[in-house]
T-cell receptor, first 112, second 116 residues
Framework: GESVGLHLPTLSVQEGDNSIINCAYSNSASDYFIWYKQESGKGPQFIIDIRSNMDKRQGQRVTVLLNKTVKHLSLQIAATQPGDSAVYFCAEKLSGNTPLVFGKGTRLSVIA | KAGVTQTPRYLIKTRGQQVTLSCSPISGHRSVSWYQQTPGQGLQFLFEYFSETQRNKGNFPGRFSGRQFSNSRSEMNVSTLELGDSALYLC???????????????FGEGSRLTVL
């Protein structure tokens, strides 16, 4: 069945450093991946997504890398700021009428 | 454009009771999904509705049910509440079409249910 997991449950970084949050997925047929950020007391908020025909996609201060060979997804945050402190979730999806399947999340703490 | 609205935001129930949660999607969004979020299990998919039809269902017992109205608003119901049903229930809407497809989910703030 589908499963999405995370390598590290918590991550602490110094303000200004780059952060890398990793995610493993098990279903090689997944064709869409997405990262969400969830701040305390709020619902998840979209960060960036990537389709399986790409291996890299960049946004504002964020980059998602997809390695289909080892079924690995990562989120890189450049110049991490205190406002980046949150729980980050990766999610995967098969094509068609299928739901997004979420990983358990990684808590990112930014040390000022 | 208003975001996804969920009501109530917080509620406390006792075991054996039932609860109904409401979700108003973003205007124009016809797909509504529900997720249960707990510290131990993360976000678990409950169900997805499109045009008043349930088109996906997660691995939850029959005590969990939902529906969608013609205006795309959705409700979910949990009957015979158990302690383990305490969670944050998140609703999300999207622009997914009848064929499914990808695209981000827009989440509401959630309804936090505590079962005593």
């Amino acid at each position: 069945g589908e499963s999405v997991g995370l390598h590290l449950p918590t991550l602490s970084v110094q303000e200004g450093d780059n952060s890398i949050i990793n995610c493993a997925y098990s279903n090689s047929a997944s064709d869409y991946f997405i990262w969400y950020k969830q701040e305390s007391g709020k619902g998840p908020q979209f960060i960036i997504d990537i389709r399986s025909n790409m291996d890299k996609r960049q946004g504002q201060r964020v980059t998602v890398l997809l390695n289909k060979t080892v079924k690995h997804l990562s989120l890189q945050i450049a110049a991490t700021q205190p406002g980046d402190s949150a729980v980050y979730f990766c999610a995967e999806k098969l094509s068609g009428n299928t739901p997004l399947v979420f990983g358990k999340g990684t808590r990112l703490s930014v040390i000022a | 454009k208003a975001g996804v609205t969920q009501t109530p935001r917080y509620l406390i129930k006792t075991r054996g009771q039932q609860v109904t949660l409401s979700c108003s999607p973003i205007s124009g969004h016809r797909s509504v999904s529900w997720y249960q979020q707990t510290p131990g299990q993360g976000l678990q998919f409950l169900f997805e509705y499109f045009s008043e039809t349930q088109r996906n269902k997660g691995n939850f017992p029959g005590r969990f049910s939902g529906r969608q109205f013609s205006n795309s608003r959705s409700e979910m119901n949990v009957s015979t509440l158990e302690l383990g049903d305490s969670a944050l229930y998140l609703c999300a809407s999207s622009t997914r079409t009848s064929g499914g497809g990808s695209g981000e989910l827009f989440f509401g703030e959630g309804s936090r249910l505590t079962v005593l």
